[in-house]
């Protein structure tokens, strides 16, 4: 495993998307000010945390059961067992992980816990999807572009804001990914719960409907079930009936 060890302090003083989302699944790795947001939170953004996670969790496995080796994870969050490697390597021993994420206390926990026993890999980069071509550089010298890649954002894009060029980003990514890999993708949304500010008033976040979620999935083949709350996100069995989430989730293969 190699990290890039452009460590910055971690700033205590406001919350931060990663330590919020560590304390909504339960974690150790957050400070007082994601503790108290995270008690403030309507369900919709609580129960959305785990549905996500566990959405995380169904998606990989099944690209991984369709022979993919190579992964792209960008926005890892801290890490939260099972993660993304142990999850592929189980279908694909020698899988070969790229994380990525931009707080310096994901870094802080990657050496320790985001590593790889041979004959698999995994590599981190502290990074920011903002600045996609880092990254990209980055990954071609651990990742072979000749063969597919599964690109993961998940629940990382509604962080992006509108101001920020988010279609143009994950435009990006994808152009840059080879025919045959794939796209596992979440993002927020509030089509299903009343807005509330508690979450966007102190992250800087842009959560978005349905049809503004379609448009980063554009010229993309989406797998069944195509773009779905979360929890109904299924393939070996049914999707649960009559739930929802603050997420919607897909899982598209890029042409
Ligand atoms: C809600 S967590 C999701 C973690 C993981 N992908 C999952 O779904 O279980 C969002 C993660 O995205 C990261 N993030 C937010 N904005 C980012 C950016 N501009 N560049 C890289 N990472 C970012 C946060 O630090 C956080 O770890």
């Not at 009343?194 to 993309?220: K, M």
């Amino acid at each position: 495993m190699t990290t890039d060890r452009t460590a910055s302090p971690i700033d205590t003083s406001t919350p931060h998307p990663a330590r919020v989302y560590d304390y909504l699944l339960g974690g150790k790795d957050n400070y007082r000010v994601d503790k108290e947001m995270g008690e403030r939170l309507p369900p919709a953004v609580s129960q959305g945390a785990r549905h996500n996670r566990a959405f995380m969790h169904r998606a990989l496995a099944w690209v991984a059961s369709h022979g993919i080796g190579q992964y792209l994870d960008i926005g890892t969050g801290i890490p939260t067992e099972p993660n993304l490697h142990q999850i592929v390597q189980r279908s694909v021993p020698a899988a070969r992980v790229v994380y990525t994420d931009y707080d310096p206390i994901v870094l802080r926990h990657a050496e320790a816990l985001l590593v790889s026993r041979p004959p698999g890999f995994t590599d981190y980069i502290q990074a920011d999807v903002r600045e996609p071509g880092p990254i990209l550089e980055h990954a071609r010298g651990v990742l072979d572009f000749d063969q597919p890649i599964c690109l993961s954002l998940i629940a990382l894009m509604h962080f992006v804001t509108d101001d920020q060029d988010p279609y143009g980003i994950v435009r990006t990514l994808v152009d840059a990914m080879p025919s045959g890999s794939f796209l596992v993708f979440s993002h927020g949304t509030f089509d299903f719960h009343d807005e509330n500010d508690a979450y966007t008033s102190r992250i800087d976040s842009r959560f978005r409907t349905r049809a503004e979620i379609e448009v980063f999935l554009e010229g993309l083949e989406l797998v069944e079930p195509g773009l779905v709350p979360a929890p109904r996100w299924y393939q070996e069995e049914p999707a649960p009936k009559d739930e929802t989430s603050g997420i919607y989730a897909a899982v598209a293969r890029i042409p």
